[in-house]
């Protein structure tokens, strides 16, 4: 089993900065699991964001969405079992509610059926 615990949303003004983190927990999680954020915005079906996942020796993969390339960056940090989204230059469109997900394989993050998800943070984005 693993736990995803979401943190650090929050009202923000349009061309601010939010950094939003996931603590995973549980005996199902490793470094080498794959981890990715989704969001779901009012009448809309739930998207996916970016995705984290290591690959060969040591290195690490990342994917962005379209729509956040460039200004959205995610990282994870092993030695506390916890990945982040740092969102940059944020507009009124990225408003939704931010969902950590998390499992064994990274093509199952990428298309949204992973097997672990957490409850979700708020991301108010004011124009």
């Known amino acids: 089993q693993v736990q995803l615990v979401e943190s650090g949303g929050g009202l923000v003004q349009a061309g601010g900065s939010l950094r939003l983190s996931c603590a995973a927990s549980?005996?199902?999680?490793?470094?080498?699991?794959?981890l990715g954020w989704f969001r779901q915005a009012p009448g809309k079906e739930r998207e996916f964001v970016a995705a984290?996942?290591?690959?060969?020796?040591?290195?690490?993969?990342?994917d962005y969405a379209d729509s956040v390339k460039g200004r959205f960056t995610i990282s994870r940090d092993n030695t506390k079992n916890t990945v982040y989204l740092q969102m940059n230059s944020l507009k009124p469109e990225d408003t939704a509610v931010y969902y950590c997900a998390a499992d064994n394989s990274a093509p199952r993050i990428r298309t949204g059926s992973a097997a672990y998800w957490g409850q979700g943070t708020q991301v108010t984005v004011s124009s």
């Open positions: 984290i996942s290591w690959v060969g020796h040591n290195a690490y993969y990342a």
């Open positions: 549980g005996r199902g999680f490793s470094s080498r699991s794959a």
